[in-house]
């Protein structure tokens, strides 16, 4: 049994402009015990199918379930195998942390969970927050707060919605050895987040939506190997002449320029020569997940899937069609 499955789901929103087709038929499975990334730029539906999951959004068609349960028919079973982290900061101002967690408790009918409530308090650094007022906290206490709420009864299955957006390395680190400890003492995880290095470290598998789409659904190790291509890193204050600007990756001023073979370093330095540029601090490594993000989402083009005609699986879309779908609405 999956820890959880999506089958086929599509979700449309009725907007102004028109229907908006949020998810376009959405089909993998997260297994039990999985550390699982869900990645995607802003808009992709990646808090849409997770709100489809926690059954706070109804799919348009398609069903999911957790543990065997299915998110509809079988909401109160699903619900309490799960415990989500929002994407957006909800909470009550009138109570202090510890109320907040007892009241979450409540609401699952669990007595006397104090034990865990300090275990909680204590791994996610809210131990001396205790007593404070929702309102008095910052935001990232906030946020830790959110995180505790949806394990306070204790869930198999972890669903975190970018939990560390706006939070600061320390917090993160906290965070990631909590989560990690329950990810191997067995539970599931199933996290999204647009820090890339995250994903690459935490993740065994991850899945990449696009637009509502899966383009690519693969153990990290595989995602890195597929771009297992060397790049040139190196930083400069100078602009680069264009036919390097087309294929670099530019963030302020580090540039980092695709180079797969040892003649293609030679060149591009002898390029930087001729252009006068003195590059800083060069390095040539390994292409990261960023990179290949980049490249899955510059390079998916998926044609929407045709009702007459099926569509064709060959041996190197197999794995991407089987985790999309191939049924229209
Ligand atoms: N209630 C709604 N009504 C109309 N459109 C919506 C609604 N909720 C989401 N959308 C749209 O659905 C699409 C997917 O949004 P979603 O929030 O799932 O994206 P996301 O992948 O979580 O993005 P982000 O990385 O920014 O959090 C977007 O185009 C969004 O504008
Ligand atoms: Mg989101």
Excluded at 4 to 32: I, M
Excluded at 109 to 135: H, T, V
Excluded at 206 to 220: C, N, S
């Amino acid at each position: 049994m999956s820890a959880v499955s999506f089958h086929h789901v599509f979700k449309s929103f009725a907007t102004p402009r028109g229907e908006l087709q949020a998810l376009k038929g959405v089909s993998f499975q997260v297994e039990q015990g999985e550390f699982f990334g869900l990645l995607g730029p802003n808009g992709a539906g990646k808090t849409t199918l997770i709100s489809i999951l926690a059954g706070l959004t109804r799919a348009s068609s398609g069903s999911v379930e957790v543990l065997g349960s299915d998110v509809q028919r079988d909401y109160q079973a699903a619900r309490r195998r799960l415990g989500v982290v929002p994407q957006e900061l909800v909470f009550d101002p009138f109570f202090s942390v510890r109320e907040t967690l007892r009241i979450q408790s409540g609401y699952f009918g669990i007595k006397n969970n104090g034990a865990w409530i300090d275990e909680l308090l204590e791994g996610l650094g809210l131990a001396d927050k205790a007593g404070a007022n929702m309102r008095q906290l910052s935001g990232g206490m906030k946020r830790r707060v959110l995180v505790a709420q949806a394990l306070v009864h204790q869930p198999p299955v972890i669903v975190l919605d970018e939990p560390t957006a706006g939070v600061d390395v320390e917090l993160r680190q906290t965070l990631w050895r909590f989560v990690s400890k329950l990810n191997k003492q067995g539970s599931t995880v199933l996290l999204t987040t647009h820090y890339l290095e995250e994903a690459e470290a935490l993740c065994g598998r991850i899945a990449m939506l696009k637009q509502g789409e899966v383009v690519a659904l693969e153990r990290t190790s595989e995602l890195l190997r597929r771009a297992a291509a060397n790049v040139l890193r190196f930083k400069t204050d100078e602009t680069l002449p264009p036919d390097l600007a087309e294929i670099a990756r530019t963030t302020g001023r580090f540039v980092q320029l695709p180079a797969p073979t040892a003649a293609e370093v030679e060149r591009l330095l002898a390029r930087l020569r001729e252009a006068g540029i003195a590059p800083e601090d060069i390095e040539v490594s390994k292409a990261d997940l960023e990179d290949v993000f980049l490249d899955v989402m510059a390079n998916s083009h998926k044609p929407a899937p045709s009702p007459q005609a099926p569509p064709a699986v060959d041996d190197t879309t197999a794995e991407k069609t089987a985790a999309s779908s191939e049924v229209a609405p």
